[in-house]
């Protein structure tokens, strides 16, 4: 039986994706940042997770949590 296993930067892409779908870009940045002391750079994550954004959409996405 042979098991594979995803290379480290497919999970974490996909991890990033599913936090992203619950939590504001600036969080998953926040805990990415947290998860990797020492390693990367907070302010080029926060760019790579808000570049997909506009304002329109996360003014959406803010006001859809604040309505929770």
């Known amino acids: 039986m042979n098991i594979e296993?995803?290379?480290e930067q497919a999970t974490i892409e996909e991890?990033?994706?599913i936090l992203m779908e619950?939590?504001?870009?600036s969080k998953v940045a926040r805990?990415?940042?947290?998860?990797r002391v020492g390693h990367g750079d907070y302010l080029q994550t926060r760019e790579n997770l808000i570049v997909r954004e506009s304002v329109d959409s996360l003014f959406e996405k803010a006001k859809a949590a604040h309505q929770r």
């Open 15 to 17: 991890a990033t994706a």
């Open 22 to 25: 619950k939590l504001p870009a």
């Open 31 to 35: 805990l990415l940042s947290a998860w």
């Open 5 to 7: 296993v995803e290379n």
